[in-house]
């Protein structure tokens, strides 16, 4: 099993930045597809992007596309989410997950990841 920290949160202006780092132990990231989700009160939990075992493919939230960019440093057992032009309704838990694959695709949705982080919170003022 490999375990997940999420990292960067906080709150920011609207329009403004944040990277948040999702560092994996336990387990080797490079088997690992990873998606970053959230979720915000009342709401149901969505992926805004996730990217697969090697990084050579990813996807997006049709919402955040062109603000964010996830990325990966599987030598550090790292993925990161750059989030930029951050809009009030970004506010959420941001969480990362992790699904074992033998394949190089990408998971957008929830109930396929067995491993999860706590999650950070990304609050943007308006």
């Known amino acids: 099993q490999v375990q997940f920290v999420e990292s960067g949160g906080g709150l920011v202006q609207a329009g403004g930045s944040l990277r948040l780092s999702c560092a994996a132990s336990?387990?080797?990231?490079?088997?690992?597809?990873v998606g970053w989700f959230r979720q915000s009160p009342g709401k149901e939990r969505e992926c805004v992007a996730a990217?697969?075992?090697?990084?050579?493919?990813?996807y997006y939230l049709d919402s955040v596309k062109g603000r964010f960019t996830i990325s990966r440093d599987n030598a550090k057992n790292t993925v990161y989410l750059q989030m930029n032009s951050l809009k009030p309704e970004d506010t959420a838990v941001y969480y990362c997950?992790?699904?074992?694959?033998?394949?190089?695709?990408?998971?957008?949705?929830?109930?396929?990841?067995?491993?999860w982080g706590q999650g950070t919170q990304v609050t943007v003022s308006s």
């Open positions: 997950a992790g699904i074992w694959t033998a394949y190089d695709n990408y998971y957008y949705s929830a109930s396929t990841y067995d491993d």
């Open positions: 990217i697969s075992r090697s990084g050579g493919s990813t």
């Open positions: 336990g387990r080797t990231l490079s088997s690992y597809a």
